[in-house]
């Protein structure tokens, strides 16, 4: 509880006006109540490494369906030598800790994981759609955006993800 309390605390100290979000600006930070991963894991701690930014909620279908792609993309970039270079964080906008907790233990992920149970992340992301899906260059600016999930996503984050990784232009 204690732990919440800060992590609210902070939020508000540093949490300003709500902005347009956009490609190529620089990200703003994502983070909470760990659930799983580095006790102080959260976007800014990854700097360095391309990452995909998973925002979902516990009430979510579509978020259910797209954690098994987000799995695969990360074992992916691990299995192909890019584990020290790429990174998943995956952010709940549940606020209620435990709740996100339960989830988390029924859904089984393969990487950090933290809950934003005062809505930050909603705001500084302008998440208005789940799941919300931000790939974020290795100098921290945004690369690309998804809002909800369909049949092209995984294939789409995989090819940005490896022309991130390998120096080339995005794709159209």
């Known amino acids: 509880m204690r732990r919440l309390c800060a992590a609210a605390l902070l939020a508000l100290a540093v949490s ?9 600006q620089q990200a703003p930070e994502a983070g909470g109540v760990v659930l799983q991963g580095p006790k102080d894991i959260r976007l800014s701690k990854l700097r360095g490494k391309v990452v995909v930014v998973d925002f979902w909620a516990s009430w979510c279908g579509p978020c259910v369906e797209s954690m098994p792609k987000i799995a695969a993309i990360r074992q992916h970039f691990i299995d192909a030598g890019y584990g020290d270079r790429f990174a998943v964080l995956s952010v709940s906008i549940d606020d209620n800790v435990e709740q996100a907790r339960r989830f988390l233990t029924a859904h089984p992920m393969p990487y950090p994981v933290v809950v934003d149970p005062v809505g930050i992340a909603t705001k500084n992301f302008n998440l208005w759609r789940l799941p919300a899906t931000f790939i974020i260059r290795a100098d921290g600016t945004i690369a690309q955006i998804y809002y909800g999930f369909g ?16 120096g080339r232009p995005l794709p159209p």
């Open 16 to 24: 300003g006006p709500a902005q347009a979000i956009a490609i190529d």
């Open 151 to 166: 049949d092209s996503f995984a294939g789409d984050i995989q090819a940005r993800v490896t022309a991130l990784l390998e």
